[in-house]
């Protein structure tokens, strides 16, 4: 957490030898609060203020990367609490579990099926983000073996869960040079975990079962010179992971409370007994705070569900996700093909480009330059009204590319038929359907007389 | 290394609502169901008290839903031809409170009729133990006329009724006070539209403990993200003494996921979106459970996959 002028001037000579600049240190000291100046511009300030002060600037959620060789997750580096504070900047990992204790030939299978996945959602290709291996048989070859196969099978990151630093260290060494997430250092073995982990250059997830244990482990393994720490306060059922996660989040932002200023990692499939129910504990850490998320389970339906919800609650709140306005040419449209008009609002650009497309007809999808908002929400604010329905028509040049003049509207705003008509004279206005799902068989019915 | 747990002590709460009365208290419900009444963020109960848990709401059409989704009516069956046994089957299913939802007109078109409403809100108050929500079609006369005509017909039951809307609120927050019921007001996503409407409930003379507050939402991929942290700032402000805003709050998330084609449509989607019920009974079930985590007291739900699902979440957070 930023310090306040105040506290910074505090820290400064208090000489107001006015070198940096300014007239006093405490003048110096408020530019700084507002990053308004840089520190470097006091000759004077002490080692151990700057560091103070460097410190003071860190993020108070470390940001936490990690790497395969085509892929990277970052996580942490969060600033609020609830996302209309400002927004959610790193969205979670989601990464899926195999063991090791499985055949090569199925390990290999699940993580390409897995990591293979994709789902295109408004325009955006989603997928999961790597994948856990787990040294369920105790023995480093075994391990080193599995974690050489998942390596070999995807190119996103991994995460190694291992209890014997032993263990660890044969399938640290499997991991190449990609940077994974080791898992975990407890109070037995974090002297051989964090020496691995310092060693590779890669992060290390601590566990513990209370935040006291928690917060010492981190001490003791950043003491030990490893920087990037992930969390796991032990808990697993969805009660007390909302509870454990929500205080962690307070204490690294409310109190700037350095030991648990970590982002914190989940197993949702430990506390579910089958994969809805997973999904319902992921979706609530997708919600409060976590960063990395480990799935036992796989599917697409709930992968698809998970990963749109995780682009929601990630979203900038102040900005939606908007399409450029414009001419969109969907199945190689012809002058006789049909004229549509939308808003630049992404989830109702693609609810109808997607209809439209998959309906195999050809279109011309007018795209309205709304400030991102859905059909009604833009007609209610003014911001898709007969004239700028108009303004579109005119100023994206269709009319030169169509040999016709029929305009169809969305179902939504039948009631702006009359106006736009007024303001397009010429033109032929026509209401579509009210759902995007409806018009291909609006379309198939639709023609050019 | 002793941490400071960082608990939040909230100045305060959101009122209690009771729907329903039985025998003892003048109507006929076999027991009563109370929202709301939380000093704490939801679920965070090392923080403060949630003396009620989320409460799930079924769905009843007075009419045969032909545009739902065919995994609805598979679930559903016969019992959704006929609003009393569709209620039954509500309450068999385990949900705590049953949400009739009135249409404009009758199978073959004829308009609803007082008359009509009157008799299927017996019929269902007969068919059920549950306490009851009745909602009219949403259009401003057809509301007028049909929410009286149930007010009248469901009193002493402590109902709730709606939809209060900022353009039509009046006839039908009178209806509710002459006949001792509740009133559900819903705005469009927007913290201020939503106290506004609360305010101008209570003007007349309502009860602020017999409103409750609809902030409106959206389904899973589709702006539920807007819906969440309206709800998100709706809780805050409440928790933080803003009385207007102190309501318990209604969402229909089942409406809401089903309209999609995610949940509704098994072909001519992505291979990529997976199984079609897995995936609708997830969008549904997601739906829900994110909108509990922003504060949601009463869920409409659809499908009695989801309420079981749903359901089981809620026991889990609640759980000391
Ligand atoms: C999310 C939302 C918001 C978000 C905005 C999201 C955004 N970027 O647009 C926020 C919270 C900001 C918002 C604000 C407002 N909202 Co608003 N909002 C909604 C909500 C919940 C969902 C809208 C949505 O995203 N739908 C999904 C998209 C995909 O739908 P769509 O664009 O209509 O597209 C569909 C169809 O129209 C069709 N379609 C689209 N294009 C075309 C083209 C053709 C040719 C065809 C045939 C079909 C077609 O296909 C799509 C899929 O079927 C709706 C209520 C609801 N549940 O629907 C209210 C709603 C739209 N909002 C409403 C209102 C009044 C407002 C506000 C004016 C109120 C306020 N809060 O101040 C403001 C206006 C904004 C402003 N002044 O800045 C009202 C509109 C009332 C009306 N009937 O006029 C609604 C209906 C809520 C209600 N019941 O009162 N809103
Ligand atoms: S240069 Fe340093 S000591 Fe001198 S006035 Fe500025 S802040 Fe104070």
Known sequence: MALTGLQIYKLLPQTNCKECGYPTCLAFAMKLAAKQAELSACPYVSEEAKAQLDAAAAPPIRLVTVQGPGHKVSVGNETVIFRHEK?????????VRVKDTTPITDIQKAVQEAMGYSVVYVGMILHLDGVAVEAASGNPDTFAAAVKAAREATDRPLILIASDPAVMKAGLAAADDTRPLLYAATAENWQEMAALAKGAGVPLAVRADSLDGLAELTEKVGGAGVQDIVLDPGVRDPAGTLVTL??????????????????VITFPGEGAADAIEEAQLAAEHIAKYAGFIVLDRFSPAMAYALLAWRVNI???PQEPIKVQPGIYEINNPKPDSPVMITTNFSITYFSVANEVDGSGLPGWLLVADAEGMSVLTAWAAGKFDAEKIAKTVKTTGIEERIAHRKLIIPGAVAVLMGEVEEELPGWQILVGPREAVDLPGYLKLWSVN | MPVEIPVE????????????????EGGTRSRVVKVGGENTLPFMLTDGEMPNPPRIAMEVLDRYPEDWSPLLLEAWGDAARDPAQWAKAAEDAGADLVLLQLSLTRDGGKPTTAADARAITRAVLQATGLPIMVFGPGQVDADNELLVAVAEEAAGERIVLGICEEKNYRTIVAAALASGHLVNGRTAMDVNLAKQLNILIADMGMPLDRIIMDPTTAGLGYGIEYGYSVMERLRLAALQGDKMTQ???????GFEAWRQKESKVGEGVPASWGDWRERAILWETLTATNLLLAGANVLVLRHPETVRRVRAFIERMMAK
Do not use: C, D
């Open chain 1, 87 to 95: 927004t959610f900047y790193n969205p979670p990992g989601l990464f």
């Open chain 1, 246 to 263: 929500t205080h962690l989040r307070r204490l690294a932002l409310k109190k700037n409370f350095r030991p648990l200023g970590f982002p």
């Open chain 1, 314 to 316: 990630y979203t900038n």
């Open chain 2, 9 to 24: 002590k909230w100045p305060g709460r959101v009122l209690e609502a009771t729907i329903g009365a039985t025998a003892a």
């Open chain 2, 247 to 253: 309501l318990p709050m209604l969402v229909t998330p």
